[in-house]
T-cell receptor
Framework: DAKTTQPNSMESNEEEPVHLPCNHSTISGTDYIHWYRQLPSQGPEYVIHGLTSNVNNRMASLAIAEDRKSSTLILHRATLRDAAVYYCIPTPLYNNNDMRFGAGTRLTVKP | NAGVTQTPKFQVLKTGQSMTLQCAQDMNHEYMSWYRQDPGMGLRLIHYSVGAGITDQGEVPNGYNVSRSTTEDFPLRLLSAAPSQTSVYFC?????????????FGDGTRLSIL
């Protein structure tokens, strides 16, 4: 399993961009990089995923380093609702059961 | 569209009691799974199912049983509850096991064993 390293916590101001880093230096060549977030008292919520290219969706952008050893989740304008724990999860292509949630990064958004 | 529904939301049990945590999804997803989350830790996989009639063990299966008689339902059974099983339990589903389908999670069952 690929090991991940994320900051324990980060703070952001409302309406400012947030860059959440993740180091996954042991990632396999076929592992996708998934990001989930977990709001207080809720189950995890899918945010975005990618393999090699940068990805964008309505929630966020995912920037993947050229060597794939790290990635960054970008929230373009943080809102109070974005306060959550964010998980970076390298996931084997055909094994969702191999998703390993670490401790994640707790994002605090200040008004 | 309800998504993944877990019941009950809260439960308190005594050591040795049994109970079933219910999970239902209305998205016709083939893949379903159960996780537990302990304070300050990430989620750990208990059991999963790739389709009706097929189940397998995850990372922490001891003390739990599952079955999958229909596509929609995936109950988790605690046969003899122990205090170590005090946790928050999440059920998840996805369209299939592979091709990187996003997993959809329920809101969890908060279980306390006294």
């Amino acid at each position: 399993d690929a090991k991940t390293t994320q900051p324990n916590s980060m703070e952001s101001n409302e309406e400012e961009p947030v860059h959440l880093p993740c180091n996954h230096s042991t990632i396999s060549g076929t592992d996708y990089i998934h990001w989930y977030r977990q709001l207080p008292s809720q189950g995890p919520e899918y945010v975005i995923h990618g393999l090699t290219s940068n990805v964008n969706n309505r929630m966020a952008s995912l920037a993947i380093a050229e060597d794939r050893k790290s990635s960054t989740l970008i929230l373009h304008r943080a809102t109070l609702r974005d306060a959550a724990v964010y998980y970076c999860i390298p996931t084997p292509l055909y094994n969702n059961n191999d998703m390993r949630f670490g401790a994640g990064t707790r994002l605090t958004v200040k008004p | 569209n309800a998504g993944v529904t877990q019941t009950p939301k809260f439960q308190v049990l005594k050591t040795g009691q049994s109970m079933t945590l219910q999970c239902a999804q209305d998205m016709n997803h083939e893949y379903m799974s159960w996780y537990r989350q302990d304070p300050g830790m990430g989620l750990r996989l208990i059991h999963y199912s790739v389709g009706a009639g097929i189940t397998d063990q995850g990372e922490v299966p001891n003390g739990y049983n599952v079955s999958r008689s229909t596509t929609e339902d995936f109950p988790l059974r605690l046969l003899s509850a122990a205090p170590s099983q005090t946790s928050v339990y999440f059920c998840a589903s996805s369209r299939d096991r592979g091709r990187n389908q996003p997993q959809h999670f329920g809101d969890g069952t908060r279980l306390s064993i006294l």
